[in-house]
């Protein structure tokens, strides 16, 4: 390889490491999908099972025609509410503003701590592997590295 070739690659990379976009909206849909399983194993990031409802909560839920096994989804309006918001260098999941009682589940405010966003280790180390493959040769994989 030519010194002009190698400085051709590298100016590549500098391009896509200065620019994560791409990148971003493949790692914003996968940690949405991941939170979303979070939901349906009613466990958080790291799989930690949620405290159960209350025997009130089933009862109540049970009443009102919902599943008691879906335990931070009644009407479905904060799971529906996750969205994906991503910019160069940032992806992140977030939900909607009219949701005020999702950080009273996220980290345990006057209610049982049932965490449903974030990452674990795995998935930071994943992303970390995506991330450097796409500013290394410019492939967007979601492929075990």
């Known amino acids: 390889m030519t ?8 100016e590549e990379k500098t391009k896509r490491a200065k620019n994560l976009k791409k990148v971003m909206d ?10 979303q399983l979070n939901f349906k194993r ?13 025997e ?11 599943n008691p096994n879906n335990i931070l989804r009644d009407k479905g309006l904060l799971f529906g509410s996750l969205h994906t ?3 160069n260098n940032s992806a992140i999941v977030a939900t909607g503003p009219e949701i005020e009682y999702a950080k009273k589940h996220q980290y345990g405010i006057d ?8 990452m674990n280790k ?17 492939i967007l994989t979601t492929a075990k590295l």
Not at 26 to 35: P, T, W, Y
Not at 57 to 64: D, E, H, L
Not at 111 to 118: I, L
Not at 127 to 136: A, G, V
């Open 26 to 35: 493949v790692i914003a849909s996968d940690i949405l999908k991941e939170e």
């Open 85 to 87: 918001v991503v910019e």
């Open 122 to 138: 795995k998935n930071i180390k994943k992303y970390n592997k995506w991330s450097m493959k796409y500013i290394e040769d410019g």
């Open 3 to 10: 010194l002009e070739e190698k400085i051709k690659q590298l």
């Open 111 to 118: 209610v049982p701590k049932r965490q449903f966003a974030g």
């Open 56 to 66: 009130y909560t089933i009862k109540t839920k049970i009443k009102r025609g919902r």
């Open 42 to 54: 009613n466990s958080d990031p790291d799989g930690n099972a949620w405290k159960p409802l209350s």
